[in-house]
């Protein structure tokens, strides 16, 4: 059953009341951060410039004897840190490790009021969203935070993906969830080294016959569930994203993994290299070019219904509608 947003609320005495709506957001790339790093850190004030959106990370690639530094990091970085209007976010460790309880009240603690989005990993059920959601309630109330942290779930299990709806409609402070290639090819038994991207033996081969030798094309193994993560998150409000691309130094194939996600849906993903910045600043902005034809699509039917043709293609109210995506990402981006 779908939880309207305003039903399943915190329980806490004094806690913020949860979003009706989801601020919107330009959220084109998470760009993560090391927070133990001191080297990092520093950079995070010239970062903010940058990026939409810049996360402290505590969990995987942080080594266990770093946890406490990382989290500690984090809080220095939220405390010393102008934001404005980029976004705030911290990975939290998974909920059965020893770190996650004090990464969650020490953050909140400290940190609270600025923080947006905690981002939790390894979901694989709604069960794990109520149990961040009651506790985040619990601490807001008491550390007096005055607006509702967010959670975005990574989908990282098999157990995840088959419980996708039921996670996204698990609490209204969903925020969104992000494809976590890496930990769900180990959790699939996938047989690949990689984090996301496509690979060169997961292929289909043209028939044979004739004289022409037969070719081949690799296909993208993330696009079943990137679809599937896209229907769960707009059937209920909230926005997926593409998560980690690990090769840096391919930016062609970082690009085109991104390009994928933009177009079935995603609203962005996560950059891991000061590179993939850009990438993600490009291929998650529509194509001005797209942007104007779909300026001619909602000037050439004012009230969004009838049918018009614009060079040859014809348009009606569904294509009114894709315009209207467009345009009003463009307008978000110009903001
Ligand atoms: C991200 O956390 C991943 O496992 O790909
Ligand atoms: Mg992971």
């Not at 927070?35 to 950079?43: E, L, W």
Request: aromatic residues 6%; contains cysteine.
């Amino acid at each position: 059953m779908k939880l309207p947003r305003q039903f399943y609320r915190p329980l806490a005495i004094g806690a913020p009341e949860p979003f009706r709506e989801l601020p919107v957001r330009l959220e084109r790339m998470i760009h993560f951060v090391p927070p133990h790093n001191d080297k990092m850190r520093a950079k995070v004030p010239e970062l903010v410039r940058q990026v939409d959106v810049v996360l402290g990370n505590l969990e995987d690639a942080i080594p266990a004897d770093a946890k406490e530094a990382a989290r500690a990091g984090f809080i220095k970085m939220a405390e010393e840190t102008d934001f404005g209007t980029t976004g705030l976010w911290t990975r939290i460790n998974c909920l059965n490790s020893p770190w996650v309880l004090d990464d969650i009240t020490e953050i909140v603690a400290a940190a609270g009021n600025k923080l947006d989005v905690m981002m939790l990993p390894k979901v694989e059920g709604p069960w794990d969203v109520h149990y961040l959601d009651q506790l985040l309630a619990q601490l807001e109330a008491r550390r007096g935070v005055t607006k509702p942290i967010l959670i975005h779930a990574i989908l990282e299990t098999a157990e995840g993906v088959k419980n996708v709806e039921a996670i996204a409609q698990a609490s209204p402070r969903m925020h969104g969830i992000s494809l976590g290639p890496a930990d769900l090819a180990a959790s699939r038994g996938m047989k690949t080294t990689r984090v996301g991207g496509g690979h060169p033996d997961y292929k289909v081969l043209s028939d044979p016959g004739g004289d022409a030798p037969r070719q081949s094309a690799q296909q993208d193994p993330w696009h079943y569930t990137i679809a599937r993560m896209v229907d769960a998150c707009q059937a209920n409000g909230i926005k997926a994203f593409y998560g980690p691309f690990g090769d840096f130094a391919d930016l062609d194939a970082c690009e085109a993994q991104f390009r994928n996600a933009f177009l079935l849906g995603c609203a962005g993903a996560w950059s891991l290299h000061p590179t993939q910045i850009s990438i993600a600043k490009r291929v998650f902005s529509p194509d001005p070019g797209e942007v104007d034809f779909a300026k001619r699509i909602l000037a050439a039917m004012p009230d969004g219904t009838g049918a018009v043709m614009i060079d040859g293609k014809m348009q009606d109210d569904a294509t009114w509608k894709q315009a209207k995506v467009i345009v009003d990402l463009a307008r978000l981006v110009a903001s």
